[in-house]
Each structure stands twice: as structure tokens, then as C-alpha cells.
């Protein structure tokens, strides 16, 4: 209606309501004394007590854990007294572990924010824990160590100095650098160390005296690039960076002293060996194929030994052939789970039921693979009259099947 002039209308109560919530979060952010004196109280109070936003912190040191409770406390500690002007938060990354390291360092972190934990289910593996750990973080600067304590941790301070020069983007704490000594390693496994070393120097092509050193730091932004490209499987994540970055980092060691371990027991076990020759013929060949894969067909190979001996031997109680080949070929398969479970697929172990049901699927999933197999080489061989290049074939077939659809449904995490 018109009187006298354009009468005003009121805001529509959908646009009032974004005018208010606009305003809101406007005085939301004003700094303290941009508030007029007429700002109401309770306004000025809760700007008052808001906790301030802080930067994420310069450095975070991850530490992977299984069963180091003990260690925890003391690690904290010597870490407190050793940076105490430093920016710094540490971050354990825990794989379950049944003696309750996760919620001793939750104790800790609940007085002291610079401590977190990352409690991991279902999977396992130190190369793994230490990827999460360091992709958690936001600092620019991520240092890995062990927490059995047998690391220098008085070295941190060194290497962060040598990032903070800008001239190194990554520090290694070398045990065989001149200075540096191996002495918590026994003398067998002194040996073996030396001699992987040396393997890895040969064979990637990587000019540092401990390659295969646990106790590192690297800048984020050189370490964000790669992290794709890096295993979650195995014990020696930084070779596995090393051998991403394929000479483009500019690395700097330092010499360290490990120490003897004073708690707990060590992880090393024969399944490490197994480890490294998947992770160095997975770097050699540019990832094109995978170390999961490679411990796949390892498996796949002792299985043709356990299905020809099976087959003989049931041959010989005067089974019939059919009879036999059946049997022969589920002990095969059963026998190949067992083993993938217990190497392949370690950091995602099945147990319990969920073994039981992944046996079923394995075995069904490679029956299919079986029927692929033989269809695949008998097309080939149609084509290609070479019985051994139809076989191989057939068989390759097969094996990428099985591997690639119980990857998928047989060891999926949970």
C-alpha cells in the first residue's frame, strides 16, 4: 500500500535470520578491542575466555610402539628435559598393543598436550605406523625414532638444526659413520646389518653409510610428495623414502650411537628378511611390481611343492587320480592362506572367526582363478600353439586374479 510516498517493507524472515547468524559469526571473530563498550557482557566474556588458536607445532617426533609401556613414561621425560624451548609434540602410533603402551601414553597426554596417541586396529607393521603417524601431523619438520630407547634421542637437536639451515631436507642418524657405533646390536645381527647395507648401497644405488637407519627427520614438504608412493609394509621406511626419492633429496648423516635396549623385547623376527627382498625388488623395478605381490608368489611357489607332495602321497594309498587332484589342490589353497596370512598380509592378520570365514572365501576365490587359468591358456593356446606360453600365461592370469580379489575381500581391513 502507498500513503504519501513508497511504504518500507520488512526484511523476509529467511533474509533477517542470515543477517543475524552473518553478524554473529562477524563479532565472532573481532579481536577484543575492536568491542564497543556497549557490546553486551556476556559477549565480551566469552571472548575473554575462548582458548587461543595456536600454530601447529615446528617439529613432531613419531614413535611407533608394540608392548613398550615401560618405555613411554621414560621416553617423555628425557624428551621434556632435552627440548625445552623447542615447539615440539610427540606422537605415538600404538598397533594394540595387549600391555596397555596406548593408554599410558593417553594418561600422559591427558596433563600434557604435546603427547598424542594414534591406536591402530587391524593392521600392524612399523614402515605403516610410521606413515600414519607422520601423515597426522602438520608440523614442518617429522622425526622417526623407536621407543625401545635404543635411538640417541640427545641427536634430535642436531637435526633440527641441520633443517633449520635449509640446506638438508633430510637428517639421518647413522650408526656406521665415522663416530657412530652399533653396539646395541649383537653380533649376528651386527652382521646381517652391515651386510643389507651394503646390499641396498649395490643395488639402489643409495651413497649413505646406514640406509637402513631407523632414527631419521625430514622436512614435510620434501616427505608429502613421496608418501604415496611408500609401503605400508615392512620394517625400514626410510629406506623406502630413499629409494622414492631416487637421489632428489638432499641428505646429510650424522653419527649416532645405539644403544643397548633396556626394556621389553625386540620385533625383529625371519619374516624381516622376507620384508626387505619384497621392498628392494619392488624399488628396482620402479613399484611396477609390488612388495605384497612378490611375497604372494613366493607363497604361490611353495604351494606347487605342497600340492605335487600331497598329490603323490595320496596316489600312493591307491586314491583315484580325481579324488586325489581334488584333495591335493584344497591343501594347496589351504596352505597358501595359512602362509599369506602369516607373511603376505601380516599387518592385517585374520584370527578367530574371521580366519575360519577367510578360508572359505580363498578358497572359493581361487577356484574361480583355477577356471580363469585354464580358460586363459586354452585361448592362448588356440592362437599360439607353445604349450609352455599358454601355460604361463593361464597362470599369471590366475595369480593376478586371486591376488588382486582376496585383497579385496579376504584381507580387507575391517
Given amino acids: 500500500m502507498r500513503a504519501g510516498g513508497a511504504a518500507q517493507r520488512s526484511p523476509a524472515p529467511g533474509l533477517k535470520l542470515r543477517i543475524e547468524i552473518a553478524a554473529r559469526i562477524a563479532l565472532s571473530h573481532c579481536p577484543m578491542e575492536s568491542l564497543s563498550p556497549a557490546s553486551p557482557p556476556a559477549t565480551v566474556a566469552r571472548a575473554a575466555t575462548a582458548p587461543a588458536v595456536r600454530p601447529a607445532p615446528e617439529l613432531s617426533i613419531v614413535v611407533p610402539t608394540f608392548n613398550e609401556r ?16 623447542a615447539d615440539w609434540e610427540l606422537v605415538f602410533v600404538d598397533d594394540n598393543s595387549p600391555d596397555g603402551t596406548a593408554a599410558v601414553a593417553r594418561a600422559i597426554g591427558e596433563t600434557d598436550s604435546r603427547v598424542r596417541c594414534i591406536r591402530r586396529f587391524g593392521r600392524r607393521g612399523l614402515a605403516g605406523a610410521c606413515l600414519e603417524g607422520m601423515l597426522a601431523s602438520q608440523a614442518r619438520y ?3 625414532m623407536d621407543a625401545d630407547l635404543q635411538h640417541d634421542e640427545g641427536l634430535l637437536v642436531a637435526m633440527l638444526d641441520q633443517l633449520r639451515t635449509g640446506r638438508a631436507d633430510l637428517v639421518v642418524a647413522s650408526r656406521y659413520l665415522s663416530g657412530g657405533s652399533a653396539a646395541g646390536l649383537s653380533t649376528q ?8 647395507n651394503a646390499l641396498v ?5 643409495i651413497d649413505l653409510t646406514d640406509p637402513l637407519s631407523g632414527h631419521f627427520m625430514i622436512r614435510r614438504d620434501a616427505f608429502e610428495p613421496l608418501a604415496a608412493a611408500i609401503s605400508s609394509q615392512g620394517f ?14 638432499r641428505v646429510v648423516e650424522l653419527p649416532s650411537t645405539f644403544r643397548q635396549r633396556q626394556h621389553g623385547e625386540s620385533k625383529l623376527d625371519s619374516k624381516i628378511a622376507l620384508d626387505f627382498a619384497a621392498l628392494v625388488t619392488a624399488k628396482l623395478t620402479n613399484n611396477a611390481v609390488s612388495a605384497r605381490f612378490l611375497l604372494y608368489c613366493v607363497v604361490g611357489l611353495t604351494g606347487i611343492g605342497i600340492h605335487l607332495g600331497l598329490l603323490r602321497l595320496l596316489l600312493a594309498v591307491t586314491l583315484a587320480f580325481g579324488a586325489a587332484q581334488m584333495l591335493a589342490t584344497v591343501g594347496a589353497i589351504t596352505w597358501n592362506f595359512v602362509l599369506n596370512n602369516l607373511f603376505t598380509y601380516r599387518d592385517q592378520r585374520l584370527s578367530g572367526w574371521r580366519f575360519v570365514t577367510g578360508l572359505i572365501r580363498f578358497q572359493l576365490i581361487c577356484a574361480v582363478g583355477a ?8 585361448w592362448i593356446y588356440d ?32
Wanted: proline share 3%; no cysteine.
Fill in 371 to 378: 577356471i580363469s587359468n585354464v580358460g586363459i591358456a586354452t
Fill in 201 to 205: 648401497r649395490f643395488l639402489l644405488g
Fill in 236 to 249: 625400514k621406511i626410510l629406506l623406502d623414502i630413499l629409494a622414492t626419492g631416487r637421489g632428489r633429496l
Fill in 189 to 196: 645381527r651386527s652382521r646381517m646389518s652391515r651386510a643389507a
Fill in 383 to 414: 592362437y599360439h600353439s607353445v604349450w609352455w606360453v599358454a601355460g604361463l600365461g593361464g597362470a599369471l592370469i590366475g595369480t593376478v586374479w586371486n591376488f588382486a580379489v582376496s585383497a579385496a575381500f579376504v584381507w580387507r581391513t575391517p
Fill in 142 to 144: 617429522l622425526a622417526v
Fill in 70 to 85: 615401560t618405555n613411554v613414561p621414560i621416553l617423555v621425560e628425557r624428551l621434556s628435559r632435552l627440548l625445552p624451548s
